[in-house]
Structure formats: C-alpha cells, structure tokens
C-alpha cells in the first residue's frame, strides 16, 4: 500500500512537470509572435509613426478622389485616347473647363459617330488604387525624423471599394516604425473616407441613360431653336428679308446658355417659384436631394449651321396682285446645331463632373440610341468565368511588362488583375468568362493603353505588346503659335505651342496636322446699298400690269471675325523608337500664308492649308 503511495505521488509530481514545460513552451512562442506587434503599450513615438503613415495615405486619397470627381470619374486623363474636333464637329472627346479636361461621356466624334467613354466602376477603383500606390513613395516623413521616429514603408497591394457614400481603402503595404530602442511592424490598413462620389456616379449614370434613350437635352435645344431663331413664318413686306446668321447664332447660344443653365433634376433639393418653372424639371426616375448643375457657355465649341436662302425675295411684286396693296415674304430655314453641356453634382467639397455632348441634325434630334449601359461590378458574364487564360504583356522588343488587365465581353467588364514578372516573363493566369471576340485593355505606366482581342472559347493565352510612351521637345520653325495634331492609330496628342512644348508619342504611322491663327481681328465693313424694284400700283391700275417704282436699303452688318487661319499644313509619317531614343528633339516647319483681309483671301488660306506640307524632323 504504501508503495502504492509512493508511486502514485512520483506520477503526481512527473505531470507538474509537463505542464509547467507546456506553459513555458506556450509563453515563448506567444512571446515571439508578439514581440513585433503593436499593443496597447506601444510607445507614442511608434503610434504616431503609423497614423502619420496613415494621414499620408487619406490626404492621397482624397486628392485622388478630387481629381476624379472632376474628371467624370477618370484619374488618368492622358492616357484616354484623344479624338479632336473637325469642321463637321467642333466638340473633341473632353471639354476644356477652366484649363481642365472633362472626358465628354457621351459626344459626337469629328467623322460623325457616336461614342460613349463612361468610366466602369471597377476602373475607377483600380484607378484610385494605383493612384494611392503611387504616392506611397511621396510621403514626406522629415517631421517625425527630427523627432526621433523613423519609418520605412515597402511595397505591396493597395485595394479600393467605392461605396454610396464612403470609399473604403485596405493596403497589405508593411511599415516599419523605429523610436528609439523600439521598433515595431505594421502590415495591414484600412482608411475610410467620407464621400458620396460612389452615389454621384450612380446618378450621372441615370442621367447618361436618360440622355441616350430620350434625347431630353435636344429637346430642350429644338425648342430653344423654334423660340429664338427664324424656322418657318412669313413677314409682311415688301422688301427683301435679309436674315444676319451672326445674330441668329448668338441669339441661339445665349438662349441655350439661360436654358440649360435652368435644368433640375426632379427632386426635392430646389423649390420652383411657379408651376411654369416644372417645363425644366427632367425626370430620371428617382427622386434626387443632391445639388446638380447643368450648364452651357457659348465660349465652348458649339455649331451652328443655318441652311437656308439668307435673303428672301417678297411675293406681290407680281403684276395682277396689286390690287391686294399687300407683299409678303416666307421663309425657311434647317438647322443643325451641336453643344456641349456639362453636368454636376456637388456636396459641400464633393464634387462630380462629365460632360454630354447634343446633336440636332436638319432640325431634327439624333435617333435616340443606347450606346452602351454602365458596366456594374456584380456584371452576370464576369461571375461565370470558368475559362482559364495567360496573358503575357510586353514592349515592342519582348522585354515582360507589368500591366494592369481589364476583360470586356459585350458591355460587360471584369477587372481580372494585373501580369507579373517571374523569371523574365510577364505573365496573369486568371480565370475568365467564355466569349467570342473579347477585348483585353491592358495599361501601364509609360504606355500607351492597348487592347487585344481574344475567343476565350477557344483560345488559352493572350500575348500584348505594348507601345513605350516617348516624350520629346518640339522646336515649331516658321510661326509663334500652332496648334499641332499628331493623330495615329494608337495614340494621339495635341500641341498647343508655345504653352506646350514637349510631345507624347508612340511608335507608329501618324497624321500630323498643324493649325495657325493670327492674333489680331479682321473687321470686315458693313455695307448699304440701294436697291429699287417695280411692284404693282396699290389700286385698280395695279390689276392691269401698272406698276411703280419703289425703292429700299439693304444694309449688311458690320462683321468681326476674331481670329484667322493664316499658317498650317499636314504631314504623314512613321515613327520608330529607335528615331526616339536617339533623338533629342523634333522640329516641324510650318508654312505661313498672308493675313487675310477679305472672305475670299480667307477661303484662299484654307485652300492653301488643305495642299501645304509640313517638315518634320528629328535632330
């Protein structure tokens, strides 16, 4: 028995023992794991290191938001393809505001298509992620350095989701804090900022769809036309009707201006003065409580076309209708009319901005279409993608790029990630939805955005050669000031020399057109000249062929045209990157003609810009 005893009290002490190691074993690695991590007794020195890292981040992030929101929802503004207006239509693919550009979302392009160019919401997310990312490196640490606290941030992934009224930041980015004798590591973050750009561009997406399936703003624009513009009436003269088309435009534009400057959205964020104030009510199907603007300025491009007889003989001047003692005189006229309108939706410092461009063609409003409808993150296609697909991304001389990838069937869009590069290949395995001719955008910085297309049906891999965006001075031989167009297939840029003087470029077959207009005014003088005509005599003699003469003014207004064309021609070149890299500049020579003095010289210099040619060089 008391062997028994004995025994029992060796085991007793035997498993005290193995507990206690367990617990020491426990206490060493929990020791370990959170030797690095903050805690409640962090130092104030390594606090404050990672929420200055954060406030870096929100001020990045916030200004990312500003500039999207006043860009129509697009950071990287540069790296859209740029269509320029043309004589048929003034209106290029973004509305110069102030000096900024606002991408037009819907808009007529110069060789008469219709384009939409409404950003994804997926697009924009990505866009304000890469924009927060690249700004990692900009934080300004300098303040706490002085006081003795260090930081050091790596690299790695920053994701952004856009909500109604918040935008939620999460970066996987390791910050290294150090104060003193104490260090510590940061790994994951999360920022939250107040803004309603996600419920804006819900709302400017109903407001697009309205535009495209109802027209609401041509609407608008015919009845300003019928209202303040000569269309179909009769005047009771008889003399001539000269109808002046300067006056006529500029009564349209600035009854546009007051007009679309008038527009609400129907909601409760405004109270009408009268019930005839509900006429610029338009209806979007929701009710809207935020602030919005519509607005118009006949400084923007605008066309105004007035097809018509200007000067408009009377009827009874004709033998046997003077015993009426009255004339008249009709007349008739089509128009087609194009301007832009900028939309805004605005709350306090929140602030979202595109444009629509309206088209009325022979009085009549363009055949409303659905160009395209807002591609939503939870699209039907992009959650069955159950194809397997590797897209390898690389510049002109096979070296692997970093790109990010978006894939598009019909008007369905998925972000599907972005190529790395692992042992010297770029390369995205990724699963995507099965489609016939599927477009992959790929974009990178220093590129020029590019698109690939592919049957996932079918096919299992993607390669996407990328052009290397080039960036050279340009030295304008022969005029002051030019206008330059370097238009390809690829990729287009604009000068405005001299305010501009370096030129993005890819390579690639180009259109080069130059435009030069003198600074000064030309006044082309009115003039009155006196006309007589034979009508019929105001009594009986007038029903038998009698006849008298009388006798009126035809005055033609004074008219100032404020600038001129006076320089330009055109060119058609390739470039290679192998011109780029071993140049140090481009110079184009640019004819210039004479200063026009009347219509007819002015046509002349027109004629002379359709037959001159530009020389460009690279040196």
Not at 8 to 16: D, G
Not at 101 to 120: A, C, D, M
Not at 334 to 363: H, K, M, R, T, W
Request: proline share 5%; glycine share 6%.
């Amino acid at each position: 028995m008391e062997r028994e005893r004995r025994n029992l009290s060796k085991r007793a002490q035997v498993t005290i023992f193995i507990i206690l190691g367990i617990l020491i074993v426990i206490g060493i690695v929990l020791y370990f794991i959170f030797a690095g991590l903050p805690s409640s007794n962090t130092s104030n020195g390594l606090q404050k290191g990672e929420a200055y890292y954060l406030s870096c981040i929100q001020a990045r992030a916030e200004l990312g938001i500003k500039v999207m929101g006043q860009q129509g929802g697009y950071i990287y503004v540069n790296e859209l393809p740029f269509y320029p207006g043309s004589s048929y239509m003034p209106t290029s693919s973004q509305l110069d505001f102030y000096g900024s550009p606002v991408p037009y979302w819907l808009y007529i392009s110069g060789n008469n298509i219709l384009r939409e160019q409404k950003p994804t919401l997926p697009k924009m997310q990505q866009d304000l992620a890469r924009f927060i990312k690249e700004g990692i490196s900009s934080c300004d640490f300098s303040e706490l350095n002085a006081q003795g606290v260090y930081v050091d941030v790596s690299s790695g992934d920053v994701n952004v989701q856009i909500n109604d009224n918040t935008i939620d930041v999460s970066l996987n980015t390791p910050v290294y804090v150090s104060s003193g004798n104490e260090s510590s590591s940061f790994l994951n973050h999360k920022v939250s900022i107040n803004s309603k750009l996600g419920k804006f561009y819900k709302l400017a997406s109903a407001v697009l769809d309205k535009e495209e399936n109802e027209t609401f703003l041509e609407s608008y624009g015919l009845d300003v036309m019928n209202l303040y513009a000569p269309v179909t009436g009769v005047d009771f003269s008889c003399a001539p009707e000269v109808f002046n088309e300067a006056a006529v435009d500029k009564n349209i534009t600035d009854a546009l201006e007051l007009n679309i400057d008038s527009l609400k959205l129907k909601g409760s964020y405004y109270t009408l003065q009268n019930k005839l104030q509900s006429y610029y009510e338009v209806n979007i199907g929701q009710d809207v409580s935020e602030n919005v603007n519509f607005l118009y300025s006949p400084s923007w491009p605008t066309k105004i076309d007035m097809a018509g007889d200007k000067v408009v003989q009377p009827i009874g001047n004709q033998p046997g209708m003077g015993m009426f003692g009255m004339c008249f005189v009709p007349y008739h006229f089509v128009y087609n009319i194009a301007f832009p309108v900028l939309v805004q939706f605005y709350d306090g410092e929140d602030l979202f901005q595109f444009g629509l461009v309206a088209d009325i063609q022979n009085s009549q409003p363009r055949q409303a279409v659905n160009v395209g409808e807002a591609v939503s993150s939870d699209s039907q296609i992009c959650s069955n993608a159950n194809q397997d697909l590797a897209v390898h991304t690389y510049d002109l001389n096979n070296n692997p790029i970093a790109a990010d990838l978006t894939f598009t069937c019909l008007t369905d869009s998925c972000d599907v990630g972005s190529t790395t590069i692992q042992n010297g290949d770029s390369v995205l395995n990724a699963k995507v939805p099965a489609c016939v001719n599927a477009v992959i955008d790929a974009s990178a910085d220093g590129y020029a955005p590019t698109s690939y297309t592919v049957s996932t049906n079918s096919e299992t891999s993607a390669n996407i050669y990328m052009k290397k965006i080039f960036s050279l001075p340009v030295n304008v031989s022969g005029a002051s000031q030019a206008t330059i167009i370097f238009s390809s297939p690829d990729y287009t840029s604009v000068l405005n020399y001299p305010q501009d003087k370096i030129v993005n470029v890819v390579e690639g077959e180009y259109n080069i057109t130059a435009l030069v207009y003198s600074n000064t005014s030309i006044n082309f003088q009115g003039a009155t000249t006196k006309q007589c005509l034979n009508v019929p005599s105001g009594n009986v003699a007038g029903a038998l062929g009698a006849t008298q003469e009388q006798c009126y003014n035809l005055n033609v207004p004074n008219q100032t045209i404020d600038s001129a064309l006076v320089g330009g021609g055109m060119a058609f070149d390739y470039f290679t990157e192998d011109q780029f890299n071993r140049s140090k500049a481009m110079e184009i020579t640019v004819p210039i003609f004479k200063t026009p003095q009347t219509i007819q010289e002015l046509q002349d210099n027109y004629l002379n810009w359709e037959t001159s040619s530009l020389v460009v060089n690279f040196v």
